[in-house]
């Protein structure tokens, strides 16, 4: 069984990491195995949501998701979106852009380089609005309670994630400002396009929030309807047809979680930027680290077994938010691109480890780890 589901997955990696290491050498392997280890951390709760999602829906919507869904996932968001942002950044044709990556990487890193602050206040902006919003919701369970009840609390004020994030990338960009000036003011005006960058960044993240939002009514919405027509054919005495569950609302459910898949998808090409600017390197291991995300929403499906581990998506949120950080201080500062994917998995390992001593105590307890409850509170939360 698990050879079935993950099999796909260990090929890919093995063929990855081969092509990392001819590309590269050992270096190159072991920035593609923190990539892929990185996309599998920070898409975990992703998997957990689809999967939660995706057992309501026929085998038909489930085969369109996992095989259309994939191909948009793996191939749009983490091979295509890279170089798109690079072109965009250093402004470049996508061709161009991808040649220089392989003919000439120096020139390609000098460009990349130029446009690192625009693509790290960016994506560091939107990384934070993700991990603002989760660490401002008040829910039942929480990880860190010293840190996540006070944060609940003074999250009931509205809009507050939006004003924390725009203070800190007004902070941001008044430092780049001070660093250009005291340097001879050369690259002064890279002060203005972090701000305009983040602002995009945030934009960005409010219209795909805003856009999960939109599906996720219209599928409560058809779902009501479902359930209503369901209680009239029943009291009517007439047979139950899931006609509408595989049409409507099976469609609507799709398209919520293409939004979905591609907001997670991007912070993890985004991310990816905090660790390396290598297309090639970034493209093996954000596919590796895909497929392991689709062969974890497929055993999910199957089995559900892993929705006990309930600090995961805790964990996976404290890991973006570390992330956002590290690229608002790649503006200015460099920093090692091991440390920074070793944080992520750290914060992954540690929530991992909290969620089995949370499971031995319930059971110590004479209770049930991972009941019904804690099931809803890992799929619920985005």
């Not at 040649?99 to 000098?110: A, I, Q, V, W």
């Not at 939109?214 to 899931?242: I, M």
């Not at 929403?297 to 929705?307: A, F, I, M, P």
Request: contains cysteine; negative net charge.
């Amino acid at each position: 069984m698990l050879l079935k589901t993950f099999g796909w997955s260990f090929a890919v990696t093995a063929l990855g990491l081969v092509a990392a290491v001819f590309y590269g050498g050992w270096q190159a392997f072991g920035i593609v195995a923190i990539l892929s280890v990185l996309e599998i951390s920070l898409s975990f709760d992703n998997a957990v949501i689809n999967a939660g999602i995706l057992k309501k829906m026929n085998a038909f919507w489930q085969k369109i998701f996992l095989t259309v869904g994939v191909l948009i996932a793996v191939f749009g968001m983490r091979l295509v979106f890279p170089v798109v942002i690079v072109a965009i950044s250093a402004q470049l044709g996508p061709i161009e852009a991808i040649d220089l990556s392989f003919n000439d990487p120096d020139r390609y890193k000098e460009l990349v380089t130029d446009a690192h602050p625009s693509i790290a206040a960016f994506g560091g902006m939107f990384l934070l609005m993700i991990f603002l919003d989760f660490i401002f919701e008040d829910r039942d369970i929480q990880w860190l309670r010293w840190i996540e009840r006070p944060l609940a609390k003074l999250g009931k004020v509205d809009m507050l994630s939006v004003c924390v994030a725009l203070i800190v990338l007004l902070v941001s960009a008044m430092t780049f400002a001070t660093h250009a000036h005291q340097h001879g003011g050369g690259h002064a005006d890279k002060a203005s396009t972090v701000m305009l960058s983040g602002i995009a960044g945030l934009i960005t993240y409010l219209v795909v929030g805003g856009l999960s939002g939109f599906f996720e009514n219209k599928l409560e919405e058809e779902q009501e309807r479902e359930q209503e027509a369901e209680e009239e054919a029943k009291k009517a005495g007439k047979p139950v047809s899931g006609v509408l569950l595989a049409g409507k609302a099976a469609f609507f459910m799709f398209l919520y979680l293409e939004v979905l898949d591609a907001s997670f998808s991007f912070d993890g090409v985004i991310g990816a930027f905090a660790i390396t600017n290598e297309i090639v390197l970034m493209a093996l291991g954000l596919g590796i680290g895909a497929m392991y995300v689709r062969s974890l929403t497929v055993y999910l499906v199957r089995q559900g077994t892993l929705d006990d581990y309930v600090y995961l998506e805790h964990g996976a949120h404290y890991a973006i938010g570390a992330l956002s950080v590290i690229l608002l201080v790649t503006i200015q500062y460099e920093i090692n691109e091991l440390i920074t994917g070793s944080v992520g998995v750290i914060l992954i390992g540690w929530s991992f480890w909290s969620s089995v001593r949370r499971n031995k105590a319930i059971e110590a307890a004479g209770g049930e780890g991972g009941g019904s409850d804690s099931k809803a509170e890992v799929t619920s939360g985005v």
